[in-house]
């Protein structure tokens, strides 16, 4: 319960600091490769479009390569803009992948890998694994939600999990 107005600033002092570590957390799970300017903006930075790189945390021997569209403007600087639903996905075996029994035998929902806030607040990039073992292979889907409206823009790219030789 709030009891005085220095008691409202400090929670909301701690609800802000951690909406910018889980922002900040989120970022740091790609590495970005590059990016290209989209549209040019008098103040703040260019929209663009960036690509990350991340390895699948639980598939050793597995890295996906994002592209998505970053909003500019100062907004964007600032980070309240929204970014557009659009994004591709390419995955590739990079090492040797060894599947693990929980990956086997995963659920027809997929396993969330990757998650990248991309508005201020309520608007995520994410991208969920499947395992297809009749053809053994790993799909990974990329797309877009809200908390009350998501985006049919969809992406996906498949390993075939395969013997590694150097």
């Known amino acids: 319960m709030v009891k005085t107005k220095n008691d409202a600033y400090k929670m909301m002092s701690v609800f802000l600091l951690s909406m910018v570590a889980l922002l900040i957390s989120h970022s740091l799970w790609a590495d970005q490769i590059g990016s290209v300017s989209t549209k040019f903006k008098i103040l703040g930075a260019n929209d663009k479009i960036v690509i990350e790189a991340f390895d ?25 803009a929204e970014d557009s639903s659009d994004a591709s996905i390419s995955c590739r075996q990079i090492g040797p992948i060894t599947l693990s029994e929980k990956i086997k035998n995963g659920d027809l929902d997929g396993d969330e890998v990757f998650k990248k806030s991309t508005s201020l ?46």
Request: hydrophobic share 40%; charged share 20%; glycine share 10%.
């Open 56 to 80: 699948d945390p639980d598939v050793p021997g597995a890295t996906c390569y994002l592209s998505r569209a970053k909003t500019g403007g100062v907004g964007g600087m600032v980070g309240v």
């Open 121 to 166: 607040l309520f608007k995520t990039l994410q991208v969920v694994r499947f395992y297809d073992a009749k053809r053994n292979v790993l799909v990974y889907l990329t797309y877009s939600d809200r908390i009350i409206e998501g985006s049919p823009k969809n992406s996906i790219s498949i390993i075939p999990v395969k013997a590694w030789n150097n």
